[in-house]
C-alpha cells in the first residue's frame, strides 16, 4: 500500500481523505490510500518520524494546530519558508511545502480573476492570510492587509519582506482600504466560520469596493454573511471549497507524479461536508 494522510490535532472533521480517496478510486491508483493521523501538538517530531519510519507513509498534508510546528523538522522550500507554515510534506526527500498558496492562486485563475497590476484587499494576518499575501504579491498584485490587531499585519508584511521579499504591501484600516478601490477582497480570517456563521469581517456600513470580487477561505458555510453582503452590493462571489481542492489536487501532483482529477476531488469534497 502507498499511504499518506493528514496530521493535526484533532483531525475527525477534515474531508481530505474522502477528497483524495475519491481521486485515487478515479485513477485506478488502487494501491494509493489516504489515512487520518492524529498528532498531538507536544509530539510533532516523533508523530512524524513514526509515521514515515514505521508506518510506511509516504507524505501527509498537516493541519491545524501543527502548520507551523513542522518547520523545523523538515526542509521548508520558499514558499513555506515566507508563509512560515508548511501543509504538505514528502517523506521521501523530507520536503516541506505550503500548498495553500497554490490552491489558492489556482482557483482564483480557474474563476478568471486577473490580479496582475491590480490592488487587491487581504483580511487578516494569520496563517491563512499569510498565503494568500505571499501568492498575491508573487503575480503582481498590489496588496492592502486589514485586520482587526493592525500590529499582527504589520509584522506578518515585515517577516515577508526578510524571507520572501514581498514589497508590495502596506496595512491599512478597513475604510481607507474600501476607499482606496480594489479588484478583489479576499476573507482570510477565520470570521463567519461555522458555527459562528453570522458574524462578517466587513464592517456594516463601509461601502464595497466597486467592481471588487469576494472571495472566502472559509468554506464552511457554502454561503457566507461576507459573501451575502458582498453580492447585496453587486458583487461577484467566491467560496473557499475550491481553494481546498486545488490545495488537495496540489499534494495529489506531488506525491502521485500524475494530475489530480479537480473535478471528482470537489464533488467527494462536496458530499463529505454535508456528513461531517
Ligand atoms: P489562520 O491560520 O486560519 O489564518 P489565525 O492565525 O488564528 O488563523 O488567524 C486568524 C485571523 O482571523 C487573524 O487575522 C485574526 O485577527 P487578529 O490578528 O486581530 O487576532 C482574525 N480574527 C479572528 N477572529 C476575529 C474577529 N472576531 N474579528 C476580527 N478578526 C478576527
Redesign the pocket.
Known amino acids: 500500500m502507498k499511504k499518506v494522510g493528514i496530521i493535526g490535532w484533532p483531525v475527525t472533521h477534515s474531508i481530505s481523505p474522502a477528497m483524495h480517496n475519491a481521486a485515487y478510486a478515479a485513477l485506478g491508483l488502487t494501491d494509493w490510500q489516504y489515512e487520518l493521523a492524529p498528532v498531538p501538538p507536544d509530539i510533532v517530531r516523533q508523530g512524524l518520524r513514526t509515521l514515515r519510519d514505521e508506518g510506511g507513509f509516504i507524505g501527509v498534508n498537516v493541519t491545524?494546530p501543527l502548520k507551523e510546528k513542522v518547520m523545523p523538522h523538515v526542509r521548508p522550500d520558499e514558499r513555506a519558508r515566507a508563509v512560515g507554515a508548511v501543509n504538505t510534506i514528502d517523506f521521501r526527500d523530507n520536503s516541506g511545502t505550503n500548498t495553500d498558496v497554490i490552491g489558492f492562486m489556482d482557483d482564483l485563475k480557474a474563476h478568471g480573476v486577473e490580479v496582475q497590476g491590480q490592488r487587491v484587499i487581504v483580511l487578516?494576518?494569520?496563517?491563512?492570510?499569510r498565503a494568500a499575501v505571499y501568492g498575491l504579491a508573487r503575480a503582481g498584485a498590489q496588496v492592502t492587509v486589514v485586520?482587526?490587531?493592525p500590529q499582527?499585519a504589520q509584522v506578518m508584511l515585515a517577516d515577508m519582506m526578510l524571507s520572501a521579499n514581498i514589497r508590495s504591501a502596506d496595512v491599512l484600516t478597513l475604510d481607507e482600504a474600501a476607499e482606496q478601490g480594489a479588484v478583489l477582497v479576499v476573507n482570510?480570517?477565520?470570521?463567519g466560520m461555522w458555527p459562528k456563521t453570522e458574524?462578517s469581517?466587513w464592517i456594516t456600513g463601509v461601502a464595497w469596493p466597486a467592481g471588487a470580487v469576494a472571495y472566502d477561505m472559509v468554506y464552511r458555510p457554502h454561503q457566507t454573511t461576507f459573501m451575502r453582503q458582498a453580492e447585496q452590493s453587486g458583487a461577484r462571489v467566491i467560496g473557499g471549497l475550491g481553494m481546498l481542492v486545488r490545495q488537495g489536487a496540489a499534494a495529489f501532483k506531488l506525491w502521485t507524479g500524475q494530475d489530480a482529477p479537480v473535478e471528482v476531488m470537489y464533488a467527494a469534497a462536496e458530499s463529505a461536508l454535508q456528513t461531517t
Not at 124 to 129: M, R, S
Not at 188 to 191: L, R
Request: net charge positive; charged share 20%.
Open positions: 491545524v487578516g494576518a494569520g496563517g491563512a492570510a485586520n482587526r490587531t499582527k482570510a480570517t477565520s470570521v458574524e469581517p
